[in-house]
């Protein structure tokens, strides 16, 4: 048994119980700004860099080390059997930082009372109109709508009154928006719902995951852990030869056009065990694996219309000054942009996509619930 303990100047020690006479592996992944850095440092060797500092002082009863230059880290323990024996966060803007969360330390060691349905499902919306009640039929349908969760960042277009009475519903105050906080209240809530449920899926709404094996019967047969699809496709509208998405019907009744996405689309968003997500969900912290047939089913392009309005509306919200470092497509795009130039861009959009090399559906799409 190890524990993290954080003190000043970014010193951290490993303090076991009884002295560790077999091998392990101390995994990092740092932050500094918006980059990230992967180091797994031997136990015997000191690491340097132009931006990282690693001193390990091997003892039989812990292990010290110092790290600078970074804004953030987290730091995974790992046994020979490849079971995470400590994974906690570190943000370096504080000079004693709390690495080792009591109720996470107190939870490893006590019996959970678990629901009695296996999955909860999440997403976090600001008026999203019809897109969300695709999401939630489908979600719903699978997962049944009490183990639906909407984190409601005051949605104004009323598309929240509108979903299913069984849904659970958290409504948040509105504020500047900031991926990098969105990260951490989904992160969170997260934790919040793992302490009841079994299994965690957190989703954008225009994001459906979907596999040839049912997606409840899939997750009864997984080992815990972090998971993210194998196969990221985007579904796109050819305004030539195909009519507006019906956000009433399944996906697989109306016709569409497939291309892959990009694998930053391989996201974790199946989880039994706390996660840490980076700036919009497509990375985490913690170790991760890929579900072999898993699709994600991105329905950003799915419909023109939808895709304006959309534009529309990110071209009105108001970021924080953080989150315009880290994501300068509104202002780049869509900020100050008429109903002429929004409908020109979203023409480019669609277009540039289909340009790309087509990708057939798996034959056994039409047979699921999308």
Known sequence: MATLISGPNHFLRLRFATSVEEEFRLLFLLRKG?????????????????????VLLHKPEQIVLELSGFDEAQACLISPDDQIMVQ???????????????????????????????TAVFTHVYNEGDMLYF???????LFGYRNLFVIDDGSTDH????????????RIPR????????????????????????WVIQT?????????????????????????????????????????????????????????????FRKPLIASVATTWTFGFHNCYEPRQTIPGLFLMHLRFVDF??????????????????DKQGYPLIDACWKDKNDEELIAFVDQE?????????????????????
């Open 175 to 198: 504020t500047e928006l900031c991926h990098t906080n969105m990260a951490e209240y989904c992160g969170y809530f997260q934790r919040f719902l793992l302490a009841r449920y079994p």
């Open 34 to 54: 918006n980059d990230l850095f992967h180091k797994m440092p031997d136990s015997h060797n000191i690491y340097s860099g132009d931006t990282l500092e690693v």
């Open 135 to 141: 999401w939630e039929r489908y979600y719903g349908g």
């Open 159 to 170: 598309s929240i009154q509108r979903l299913h009475p069984e849904t659970n519903i958290i």
């Open 88 to 118: 906690e966060s570190l943000y370096f803007s504080h000079d004693i930082a709390p690495l080792v969360d009591p109720i996470t330390a107190v939870s490893r060691r006590t019996h959970h009372v678990k629901s009695p349905d296996m």
């Open 204 to 264: 954008d709404c225009d994001e459906m995951l979907v596999s040839e094996v049912p997606l409840p019967e899939l997750l009864a047969t997984l080992p815990g852990g972090i998971y993210s699809p194998e196969i990221p496709l985007k579904v796109v509208h050819d305004r030539s030869r195909q009519a507006s998405f019906d956000f009433g019907a399944h996906l697989t009744a109306q016709h569409r056009s497939y291309r892959r996405e990009a694998d930053g």
């Open 305 to 322: 219309d939808r895709l304006v309005q959309r534009h529309k509306r990110w071209g009105g919200i108001q970021q924080s000054t953080h």
């Open 350 to 370: 669609l277009t540039d996509a289909l340009s790309e090399e087509p990708v057939d559906p798996p034959e056994w799409l039409s047979r699921s619930t999308l």
